[in-house]
């Protein structure tokens, strides 16, 4: 465990924490539009002339793309963070994002350019995935290094926040866009409307986070010209372990987060209609329960530890997926609901609340940057990105049992990395 050294007063912590927020919510509104679309639109205006199962794999492989370019933008991030400062690399992933989101918003499809449109949207959501690789590595050390001693799990979750406050932001005007314009008028030209907004919205993230400093601690250490020369080199030959136990922790975690928010979308068109919303109306409760289980269970997690909190969600992981496909298959809507709510804010949040406090006292000052976000991503693209393709696949190879034990085999290796990882919270 690493030392941090204490923390600035109170209303700093607090402005540090809000400012994080704010920004990841932009951050994560624009990630999830495209993984929203990628479920609902993105098929026949983008990949229309192939067949529908393998529209759906074409779908979701440029969403995994996003993923793919994350450790990407978290090693570029990562170096300048530790050398340049965490605030600088907020604002500049913040602007990355949103130019690319309001890009895809404008982008001519199929129709109109022919292949030339997919490989366009390819581009733009690998910028995406650059932008997302370098905006959490900051965000949460911005929240953690300025938090008071004992709180570092509640004030790292406000970073997490953003993700459940992003997800609802952008299916809450999805499904508004698309419930005001009809179905014909939404997939015509009105589903570009929610990525147009995205310029408003980085504007508003670029005033909060031009305010922001640096934590003290990283000042400091930039004053004594101690800053690592190759902080991403130095993370991989003198932390070596806690790189490979973060990607482990991220795995089960953000696999069970994108099943039962991004590809459920899918399958529950398969089993409940094409134009019906339970999907969508099952996100919007969890994201916005979200808002309070993550950082109650961050909270806890600064009074118990970390690990009994991981522990406990990498092995229910499992049952609550399970549950999804039970409830999917039941013809109950308000199952499908409580089983969504269940996998995401009992059981991934219970991952997903303590993780930035828990990813960033694992590393030094001189490296955290590099080592917290190289954790984070490469564990995102292992897992998370590919997550939506794989079930997509196996469900075509033999059934929901196949998905299941697929992600049994990320859950047991998240278990594992959170038993050996160092518990933090002292």
Known sequence: MTTLTP?????????????????TTIEWYDFYLYATATALVFKPL???TISPTAGTLATFATYAAGFGARPIGAIIAG?????????????????????????????????????????????LRVLQGLAVGAEWGGAALLSVEHAPAGRRGLFGSFTQVGS???????????AGVRAFAGDDVFV????????????????????????????PEFRELKQRD????????????????????????????????????????????????????????AVMVASALGLISTPLW??????????????FGAAAGVLALALFFLAAHSGSELLVVLAIVFGVNVVHDAMYGPQAAWFGELFSTRVRYSGASLGYQVGAVLSGGFAPLIAAAL?????TWLIVVYFGVLAVLTFASAFYAEETAK
């Open 298 to 311: 961050a909270h806890l997690s600064d009074r118990y530890g970390r690990r009994p909190f991981y522990l």
């Open 188 to 215: 015509s030209w009105a589903w570009r409307l929610p990525f147009l907004l995205s310029f408003v919205l980085v504007a508003i993230g670029l005033v909060v986070r031009l305010r922001l400093e640096d934590a």
């Open 164 to 174: 459940p406050a992003g997800m609802l932001l952008a299916t809450g005007i999805y």
């Open 226 to 281: 101690d800053l690592a020369r190759l902080p991403v080199l130095e993370v991989l030959r003198t932390q070596p372990k806690n790189v490979l136990l973060t990607t482990g922790l991220r795995l089960s975690q953000i696999a069970l987060y994108v099943l039962l928010t991004t590809y459920s979308l899918t399958y529950l068109q398969g089993t409940f209609g094409k134009h019906n919303q339970v999907g969508l109306v």
């Open 395 to 399: 469900l075509v190879s033999g059934g």
């Open 79 to 123: 170096h300048l963070g530790d050398r340049v400062g965490r605030k600088t690399m907020l604002v500049g992933a913040l602007l990355l994002m949103g130019l690319a989101t309001t890009a895809i918003g404008a982008l001519p499809t199929f129709a109109q350019v022919g292949v030339l449109a997919p490989a366009l949207l390819v581009v």
């Open 7 to 23: 923390a600035p007063p109170r209303t700093t912590a607090r402005s540090a924490a809000v400012g994080s927020a704010i920004g």
């Open 46 to 48: 983008f990949f229309p």
